[in-house]
């Protein structure tokens, strides 16, 4: 019978639910099939060893016998009904009562080897499932119960049936080993369920962390994590890259789309690994279009260097690129430096970006390069001049500023 149980298709769900997808609910199922087949067990224990001492008895082992009909019937109607609450209610009122009354019909603490302590089961898989709140009052009928057993005891011990020691001496030992056996067991597999979620839960914060870390800087997403949410900060002196490829909108024409993605995020990976070589920060990419800054969120005095280091090698990155896929791949960078304010917008999808009139010549500096050339402004090229050689180039007309001289960096290092 107590197989049947256990290899029910409800307990049996509800184990494995429990133990391979600790949701809830799933858990709580788990946990309470491992009580009630305790539980279960430990009756046909019950009316094997009370029957054996008579007929007298009988009327003893009936409860053991009423709890596994219940069991069975609430069983059939969670099975049918599919109310967990229900059945639920039904086993923690079996689980508390039954022992309790083992206890009066055998006649009280000494004839029955204290087998009240059964009860405790209840509040244990009350706590477990139903949570602390709801647990209370389960904790609090155990006490109850066992307080009204004390002070009826000497009236159970009048009517008490006479026990052998020695099953008395077995009663007591089972309900000592058994009791302390069931709670650590599923106290056991309950912390193994936490551990288990605990450590499921670090990996997921683990993944939330680095996708943070991937739309945002990390200072940026330490601040948001200890709740600033209004970060706007002004930046005195910082270099912007803009770098965008030539004719790309024409050649996509002639790819498909999945060529064309994956092109795009080789040579973005690529330039992706330059930014974090040259720790400088990557803002965003629109279209085919990448932009980046030194000098904010964290300052350094060698912002333009780092932009400049980094623009060099993306034009080699970008030419073995090339002779690579076979494909004739060209780019514009526009530098400049200046004041920028830099923050974050968005309350939901955030978004790290920077504002400012240095922002905006820099991509007038990329919009008006020439082809496979990174051309910088005057406030770029003077705080690079000792290192870097560079050509004037004159007459450059942008958009919003007129007629401006720019500067040409030769692709060599003095």
């Not at 599919?82 to 055998?106: A, S």
């Not at 270099?239 to 060529?259: C, E, G, H, R, W």
């Not at 791949?329 to 009139?357: C, E, H, Q, T």
């Amino acid at each position: 019978m107590s197989a049947n149980l256990a290899n029910s298709p409800i307990f049996a769900r509800g184990f494995w639910d429990g133990l391979f997808n600790p949701t809830s609910l799933s858990l709580g199922k788990a946990i309470l099939s491992i009580l009630v087949v305790a539980e279960t067990l430990v009756s046909f224990f019950w009316i094997y060893t009370l029957s054996g001492l008579g007929e007298g008895y009988a009327v003893i082992a009936a409860v053991p016998y009423f709890y596994l009909v219940i069991s069975y019937l609430s069983l059939f109607i969670f099975y049918h009904s599919k109310r967990f609450e229900y059945f639920t209610f039904t086993q923690l009122v079996m689980l508390l009562v039954m022992p309790f009354f083992m206890q009066w019909v055998i006649g009280g603490f000494e004839a029955s080897s204290g087998v009240a302590i059964w009860a405790i089961l209840s509040p244990v898989g009350a706590l477990m499932i139903l949570g602390t709140r709801q647990s209370t009052p389960w904790f609090l009928l155990f006490i109850g119960l066992a307080f009204l057993s004390w002070k009826m005891n000497n009236y159970f011990a009048v009517n008490a049936m006479p026990i052998p020691s020695d099953v008395k001496d077995t009663f007591f030992l089972m309900n000592i080993t058994g009791t302390a056996a069931i709670l650590y067991g599923v106290l056991r597999f309950f912390q193994a369920q936490k551990e288990r979620i605990m450590h499921s839960l670090e990996i997921e914060q683990a993944r939330s962390e680095k996708l943070l870390l991937n739309i945002l800087p990390a200072p940026i997403a330490q601040r948001l994590k200890a709740h600033d949410m209004r970060i706007a900060d002004h930046y005195e002196s910082v270099t912007v890259m803009f770098a965008d490829l030539i004719n790309f909108t024409q050649m996509s024409d002639k790819m498909s789309p999945t060529q064309l993605i994956d092109l795009l995020s080789e040579i973005f990976l690529k330039f992706d690994q330059l930014a974090d070589k040259y720790q400088v920060e990557k803002i965003k990419t629109i279209g085919d279009a990448y932009m980046v800054v030194s000098g904010a969120p964290v300052i350094c005095p060698d912002h333009a260097h780092r932009i400049i280091g980094m623009a060099l090698e993306m034009q080699v990155v970008l030419k073995e690129l090339s002779e690579k896929v076979g494909i004739d791949l060209g780019m514009r960078i526009g530098i400049n430096s200046g004041p920028v304010v830099a923050g974050v917008i968005g309350s939901s999808k955030f978004s790290y970006d920077l504002w400012g009139d240095t922002v905006n010549m820099a991509s007038r500096m990329e919009e008006t390069s020439l082809p496979n050339t990174i051309q910088v402004s005057t406030e770029t090229k003077n705080l690079l001049s000792h290192d870097y050689p560079f050509s004037l180039r004159t007459g450059v007309e942008v958009k919003g500023k007129g007629i401006l001289d720019t500067y040409i960096l030769l692709n060599q290092a003095r």
